[in-house]
């Protein structure tokens, strides 16, 4: 059995009882609650789930390091100018902002709420709500992004349907300034190349994506950027950084800093930005096409193409981990309600992207979940800490490869996508069972795997068993497999 992942559900929304408009008063009749909005940190082996419900009440699932999950539901204010239009939390996990009809930006303790624990930053108070209003009466928002600045500012970003910009102080509880665009701000993200730049990614409705630098560091001696003056020659330290923002010290706007195209991708290309081991990509999926192109972050010259790889037909969403993709598509049938989480390697994507054939992209698929969904997908999180698996792993001394999984969040539940056993054991089990070496060495290729050492080890139980012919050609397959040229295929290369 060569299945590495399960996909579990975490928990469901049921349906709810509420009062009927047309009924006498008092009486209760049955409603369906859906699930709006989502948010998702991670952070080491802790988590924090926030989801937003029709029925005014916000569902919070905090999982600490090494301690069971903790679910709390606190209930929303039921007047509309309190509707949640959009929410985001501090990269802890430890803070929940809410942006709302009324324009206002509305601060949850999460931590301390759920947990009982003194958050690391404080913006307000540790048991109610902390409540930072507009200067003036803005356009109804439509998303939210929370910024960390390089000099430890934290600043929440409001986009609304007017096409305007606002950042919010959260230390000084104002909002500081507002930039227009020319149309509604759909969506919104932020945006790291090589820690040294920060630039939010703007999606302009109608297709437009645009960016706009918020901040550089550079090296205070020579006012070049850090890592032009170490490849100089000079001697950096974190004492020698100056920040350049785009919000300045007193909260002006800095005019440098203004909004540009985001290199020629049309209105059926959707961005998106990922983080991988301490790396940072812009991935470019065509919605006509399904290909799915992966840029270094080279916002201001050339684009930096790294790889393209064929998706699955109908992709909507992608996930990029170091040698998986875990790809959300839709299913053809138009009256079926569900849809396809697809676990794609990145080693045969790429292979299938010089294909015509559909079929090929397919061929990449090493694991496919069907989800239920009675509407739209929510929310879909990169999952990095899950660490179920390990402790049960025989693979000698050979550390387990982590492949990373998703949190799939709909409409009426949410779903962890998880690793339940490492490909090195999978492959021993090939190599020591009834499998034929092509379909081990198949799935050697298709996971990035440390063959040559795999063999060995695979010799080694055999020659435990006392099996001494099958350990030798074990150990003459190990050292064939060492050449440079049996697995010369492409490597996405994604920092790692």
């Known amino acids: 059995m060569d299945k590495l992942f399960e996909c579990v559900e975490l928990f469901r929304v049921n349906e709810g009882l509420s009062e009927g408009e047309n009924s006498s008063k008092g009486t209760q009749v049955q409603s369906t609650v859906t699930i709006e909005l989502s948010c998702w940190r991670e952070v080491d082996s802790h988590s924090t789930l926030v989801v937003v419900c029709s029925n005014d009440y916000i569902v919070i699932k905090a999982t600490p390091a090494n301690g069971a999950a903790v679910v709390r539901q606190l209930k929303w204010f039921e007047t509309s100018p309190q509707h949640i239009l959009d929410i985001t939390m501090d990269r802890y996990g430890q803070w929940l902002a809410c942006v709302c009809l009324d324009g206002a930006l509305y601060l949850l303790p999460v931590v301390s709420l759920v947990l009982g624990q003194v958050p690391i930053f404080c913006f307000g ?19 939210l992004a929370w910024w960390e600045t390089m000099d430890n500012r934290h600043i929440c970003i409001t986009g609304s349907e007017a096409g305007e910009l606002t950042f919010f102080d959260l230390n000084r509880h104002c909002d500081l300034l507002s930039i227009q665009f020319s149309s509604c701000i759909d969506s919104m993200q932020l945006a790291h190349k090589a820690n040294w730049y920060t630039y939010l990614l703007i999606n302009i409705r109608g297709g437009q994506w645009e960016h706009i630098m918020l901040e550089e560091r550079l090296h205070e001696a020579s006012k070049i950027h850090f890592n032009e003056a170490s490849s100089l020659g000079f001697e950096v330290l974190s004492d020698d950084m100056v920040v350049k923002s785009l919000v300045g010290p007193k909260g002006d706007l800095n005019p440098a800093f203004k909004a540009q195209p985001v290199m020629s991708f049309n209105e059926l290309t959707k961005l998106s930005s990922h983080d991988w081991k301490d790396s940072h990509f812009l991935g470019a999926l065509n919605l006509k096409s399904h290909k799915f192109e992966v840029y270094h972050y080279e916002f201001d010259m050339t684009p930096n193409l790294i790889n393209i790889c064929q998706l699955v037909n109908r992709a909507t969403n992608v996930i990029m981990a170091d040698r998986l993709m875990f790809v959300i598509s839709h299913n053809d049938d138009v009256n079926e309600c569900t849809f396809n989480l697809n676990i794609m390697s990145w080693q045969r994507a790429v292979e299938s992207s010089v294909q015509v054939s559909m079929s090929q992209a397919q061929a990449a698929v090493v694991q496919l979940f069907t989800i239920p969904s009675i509407g739209a997908l929510v929310g879909f999180y990169p999952l990095h800490s899950y660490k179920g ?108």
Do not use: H, N, W
């Open 125 to 143: 108070e540790l048991d109610d709500l902390t409540v930072i209003l507009p200067s003036k009466k803005r356009a109804p928002p439509t998303c």
């Open 389 to 496: 698996f390990e402790d049960s792993e025989d693979i000698g001394t050979l550390p387990p490869t982590r492949l990373g999984g998703c949190v799939v969040v709909t409409s009426t539940a949410v779903y962890q996508c998880r690793q339940m056993r490492s490909p090195e054991s999978v492959f021993l089990e090939l190599c020591l069972g009834s499998a034929t070496p092509e379909k081990a060495e198949s799935f050697a290729i298709t996971y990035k795997l440390d063959i040559c050492s795999l063999y060995q080890l695979a010799g080694q139980k055999k020659l435990a068993d006392k099996k001494y012919s099958q350990a030798l050609l074990l150990f003459d397959t190990a050292k064939d497999s060492a050449q440079p040229s049996r697995f010369s295929r492409g490597s996405p290369s994604l920092g790692g």
